[in-house]
């Protein structure tokens, strides 16, 4: 056994991810995760971050934010198995700097991440990124769109990253990162809001897809809204994942748990698909240079993410706060991921 697979089955086992082998296996994973407030412990000045400071309402500390790091490092490598997922989007990041300390100083140093990140005008200061493994994904170009909404051009939200890139198999992606305007204030009043940046997104799709119908084209990240809601089904045109599939439409992969009792986010006991993997048709075909289907897309609820909602019943996402309660947990969203595995050339 060679010195870099004893690491890799040694922090599986050290973290006590028995449930990484149930895990399909695949060519390639993709994985997104919203990690709930991953704040440094230092003031920007820019941005309003004073509840995570030493002395902001949620005493923030070292110790807490070194410990939200290994606790992120943990999903992390638990999300990707025995091999590592490909490509990573993640949300809520304060900094270059935290990104830089996740990949380099946390357990997940082990597995080699680079990333994509740039500061968004988000006034809380939070933004998306994209790690990668440069060995199974190679980027050559990639954007931050600014999202600027007409009826308030004063109001500020992050931006959605595209990422355009290579696999092992030189099967071109087109990755959009994403993390849409929140419900905070009613979802009846920013619902507009999320209109808004969906039909941005389709704009984009589509002048990929007017070059090369045949472009691989994934849409990750916490939509805030679900794949029922006007935003995905109508304003993005994001289908239900029955074939046939068309090749320039977008398909949720997740839109089979709507209705269940599964989901990515929990909010007083109920179950919400938030975090979306949405692809274009082409990529459900087998022919495809690189493709999935609907069963290999899924949320990540290992037990350890989890604990007992005494309120409400059954399980929910188990936290770093409650409120202003630290809980030392990991997130209020799960994981969730998508795996591909490489066909013939066409």
């Known amino acids: 056994m060679n010195k870099q697979n004893y690491t890799l089955i040694s922090l599986l086992f050290y973290f006590g991810f028995i449930w990484a082998q149930e895990q399909k296996e695949s060519d ?7 990690v ?31 410990h939200k790091l290994k606790n992120i490092a943990k999903v992390l490598t638990a999300v990707g198995g025995w091999n590592n997922a490909a490509v990573i989007g993640l949300c809520e990041i304060e900094n270059a700097f935290v990104l830089e300390e996740l990949t380099t100083r946390s357990p997940l140093k082990k597995l080699n991440y680079r990333f994509i990140h740039k500061e968004s005008p988000d006034k809380r200061g939070i933004d998306v990124a994209m790690l990668y493994d440069p060995k199974q994904f190679s980027p050559i170009y990639y954007e931050f769109y600014n999202v600027k909404f007409p009826e308030s051009p004063n109001s500020t939200t992050r931006d959605i990253l595209y990422v355009k890139g290579l696999t092992t198999q030189s099967d071109t992606l087109h990755i959009f990162v994403n993390h849409w305007p929140s419900r905070y204030g009613g979802q009846m009043k920013t ?9 941005k997104i389709r704009h984009l799709v ?13 849409i990750i990240g916490d939509l ?38 599964k989901g990515t986010h929990n909010y007083q006991g109920h179950w919400a698909v938030l975090d979306h993997l949405i692809v274009s048709g082409n990529l459900l075909n087998q022919s495809n240079g690189i493709y999935t289907s609907p069963e290999n897309a899924y949320p990540f609820d290992a037990d350890f993410l989890l604990e007992d909602d005494t309120k409400n019943g059954g399980k929910k996402t188990k936290r770093s706060y409650i409120g202003f309660k630290y809980n030392a947990g990991y997130s209020d969203h799960l994981p969730v991921i998508l795996n591909f595995n490489f066909g013939s050339k066409k």
Do not use: C
Not at 55 to 61: E, F, L, V
């Open 28 to 34: 390639f994973r993709l994985a997104f995760y919203n």
């Open 36 to 66: 709930e407030n991953l704040f440094d412990i230092y003031d920007d000045s820019l941005t309003n971050d004073a509840q995570f400071l030493p002395n902001g309402d949620k005493h923030w500390s070292y110790f807490k934010y070194d």
């Open 191 to 199: 619902e507009g809001r999320r209109q808004f940046v969906a039909l």
């Open 206 to 218: 589509d002048s990929i897809k007017s070059t090369n119908m045949l472009s691989n084209v994934m």
């Open 224 to 261: 805030n809204d679900a794949p029922t809601d006007i935003s995905v089904s109508e304003k993005l045109r994001s289908l239900p994942p029955k074939p046939p599939y068309v090749d320039n439409e977008l398909y949720s992969l997740l839109y089979p748990l709507v209705h269940t009792q």
